[in-house]
């Protein structure tokens, strides 16, 4: 049967205008030696013939009949998926033909750094052209998505997971959620059960990670950075994080003030409110989860930056007060 179709293939390539001498080969070959990619749009419910001579009107192959020959001899009638594919006119007609059928859709790199917001992530996204910022933010903000997505909500910042993805043009903002949060999901198995077990729900694990993120770039901080949180948790004692604070501040200028830290109308506060914020301030990664069920044993309550990415840690107020005056006061004097 398929040897059927090749025959009458051939014979009627060979009456298309390209010659009898070029033949099958030269009319399904790549109409050009060198050109430069380009995006094609294969809409839904595309047909052979349709993208055939879409593809042909751009100058991406030398025949549309002859696509259209092709793809019924490879019995890929209604196959083709619908997407954004990056196809030049230096690939010849099956490549694109196999290409189209196999869904192989362009895609753009997003990167999602640890401890980046859901704003700057939808920043990226739109920078990126691959969904509308603020379509993204009404998703995450939207009480009935954490629910939807299996976390603990109301909202979706911190189950943002960080990562490398590629995605392809013309998903909706919920299916990008969606996809980030299911990263979440995985890296949620490698702490639940510790969690589970010192009585730690997923939305706490989630803000101390959230914190930890913001205080700390440096790895092997991380567990330290969660000692001193967990620590100051036991004994009833306020956080005090600077970058809690920060994430309540609408517009914040880059300047944190004695009147910010002093603000009590600020429900991320941590200065006047006791126990965590309302929400997390940021998506952790899995190093950052782990650090907040697998914290160090330490007795610190206090740590300062050193001015050089990393921190000093004190036991008491005394030695915390001496650090600050080493690292900070001294610096800004």
Not at 34 to 53: I, K, M, Q
Not at 153 to 171: S, V
Not at 273 to 302: C, K, S
């Amino acid at each position: 049967m398929r040897a059927r179709h090749l025959f009458t293939l051939v014979a009627a390539l060979l009456l298309l205008g390209a010659g009898a001498a070029g033949g099958l080969r030269w009319v399904l070959s790549a109409p050009s030696a060198e050109a430069t990619p380009v995006l094609f749009d294969v809409p839904a419910g595309s047909t052979l013939s349709t993208v055939g001579h879409a593809l042909a009107a751009q100058g991406l192959v030398r025949s549309p009949r002859a696509f259209v020959w092709l793809g019924r001899w490879r019995r890929l009638q209604g196959r083709l998926q619908a997407g954004e594919y990056e196809v030049s006119a230096a690939m010849p007609a099956a490549e694109i033909l196999e290409m189209i059928a196999e869904g192989k859709v362009h895609t753009v790199e997003l990167l999602v750094p640890e401890g980046i917001t859901a704003a700057e992530i939808a920043e990226r996204l739109g920078a990126l052209g691959l969904c509308d910022p603020q379509e993204f933010l009404a998703v995450v903000r939207d009480p009935a998505s954490a629910a939807a997505f299996g976390v603990e909500g109301p909202g979706l910042e911190g189950y943002l997971f960080p990562d490398t993805y590629r995605l392809p043009h013309g998903l909706s903002a919920r299916e990008i959620a969606r996809t980030l949060v299911a990263e979440f999901h995985t890296a949620w198995l490698g702490v639940e059960e510790a969690a589970s077990l010192q009585g730690l729900s997923m939305r706490t694990v989630v803000i101390l990670a959230s914190i930890i993120e913001k205080e700390t770039g440096l790895a092997e901080e991380r567990p330290l950075i969660a000692s001193v949180f967990r620590n100051r948790l036991a004994r009833g004692m306020r956080l005090e994080s600077d970058p809690t604070v920060i994430y309540g501040i609408d517009g914040f200028d880059g300047s944190l003030h004695r009147v910010d830290l002093e603000n009590a109308a600020n429900p991320y506060n941590t200065y006047r409110i006791q126990g965590l914020p309302p929400g997390p301030i940021a998506n952790p990664g899995a190093a950052a989860l782990h650090a907040v069920v697998e914290p160090a044993t330490t007795d610190y309550f206090y740590f300062v930056s050193r001015n050089d990415g990393g921190h000093v840690f004190s036991r008491n107020y005394q030695e915390h007060v001496a650090n600050v005056d080493r690292y900070q006061r001294r610096r800004s004097r």
